[in-house]
DNA sequence: ATGGGTGCAAATCCTTTGCACTCGG
DNA sequence: CCGAGTGCAAAGGATTTGCACCCAT
């Protein structure tokens, strides 16, 4: 989703002076990159990015700092089953859910209120007090369907 | 979710034979296991049953055999942030989310007709052909809550 | 009989960790 | 300055794979 690469960037470094812990370089770079991406960043993704428009930065710094991100509210860690983690932008509550495509894996994102309040309020349900949800539809994109009408999803 | 054990592993057993694929022990032991679960189990639990139950089987069949589950529909995998996967029986087409208790593990069911339609209904409205869906809500328990009432969860 | 299944162990792959060195505040 | 952060490489843990042997059909 969509979000002010500038302002997050921002908010990073607020959270990290908030929480005494240094603005390195490193973290503004792997933060940037993240902040900047149009798409869902594996850790790999990320660090490529970081080497192409700064400077190359290890391994185990980009996941200290994404793991930083997560913890900040900052950035959103998704599990697609590709059996790697890929992470995204999350611009201040704008809850959203996910749909993946089975087939080409594209990632679509959509948003609603009324599902939102259902959601909390079917948690509540079951003596549940929700901080957060994850919601992903697998099935075919719209372009998968289209090259093969037949096709089932997975 | 509860299911019938013998039923589904009659389900299963046609699902093989309609696939030719043989119905060895193994096969027919891990997935006994996980239709007689009463809980989300790893492929390790999974693994602990057939040794306690049957016979132990090797790492590589259990996985081997899980894939099988969740390919015939007869299975769920789910990944919970722990670093490895859980699975869960399923009978057929009684969709049901998951509350995960972020303080002690502990996963919570619950199923809701409106919610599955609306879910439906909002993939359709981005040209998307749902085949199915994760719910996942993180919060606190009702125990949880009581047990640290300022906790926020994470 | 016989093609696929199984077990074992080695291999993979993502992620985490230990440690000496470097740097931001 | 100095404690926290970084990079490297090694460790870790879940899952997969190669291959000789075994068993349902």
Redesign the interface.
């Known amino acids: 989703m969509k979000v002010d690469g500038a302002r997050q960037l921002e908010e990073f470094r607020r959270y990290l002076s908030e929480h005494n812990l240094p603005a390195t370089q490193q973290r503004l770079a792997v933060a940037e990159a993240l902040f900047y991406a149009v798409d869902h960043l594996s850790a790999e993704d990320v660090a490529k990015q970081v080497a192409k428009k700064r400077r190359p930065v290890g391994t185990a710094t980009v996941y200290r700092t994404l793991d930083l991100l997560v913890q900040s509210g900052l950035a959103r ?1 998704h ?1 697609f ?1 590709e059996g790697f983690k890929r992470y995204e932008p999350v611009a201040g509550g704008q809850a959203h ?1 996910h ?1 993946i ?2 087939s080409c894996g594209r990632v ?1 994102e ?1 948003s ?1 209120d ?2 939102e309040r ?2 909390a309020l ?2 509540e ?18 372009d998968c ?1 289209q090259a093969n009408p037949l096709a ?3």
Chains 1, 2 share one sequence.
């Open positions: 860690e599990d089953g859910e749909c495509c089975s679509m959509f609603n009324r599902l259902m959601i079917l948690a349900e079951v003596e549940f007090r929700p901080h957060h949800h994850r919601l992903e539809i697998y099935g075919l994109c719209r369907q089932r999803a997975r």
